[in-house]
């Protein structure tokens, strides 16, 4: 027999750190959410990129950040 335990949404912010470790992980998660939007229009708008180009360097700057964690760590 499965017994579901309910969930209280208190008891998870008390366990992960307590209100103000769930708001600046609320913000932290907006501005990461936020940041390759803003540099999209960034490239286009500021730069006068085209959105492929801009799109491509994006991600050919994600690519180089993963290759070179490794190596260099945190």
Do not use: E, N, W
């Not at 540099?39 to 085209?50: D, I, K, N, Q």
């Not at 492929?52 to 950040?65: E, F």
Request: aromatic letters at 4%; glycine letters at 12%.
């Amino acid at each position: 027999m499965a017994t579901t335990a309910k969930i209280r949404p208190r008891a998870l912010v008390r366990a992960s750190g307590g209100p103000r470790y769930a708001v600046a992980l609320a913000v932290d998660a907006l501005g990461t959410g936020l940041l390759r939007p803003f540099l999209l229009l960034y490239g286009v708008m500021a730069l006068r990129l085209s959105a492929p180009v801009t799109g491509i360097a994006m991600t050919v700057g994600v690519v180089m950040g993963l290759v070179c964690m490794p190596a260099v760590g945190r």
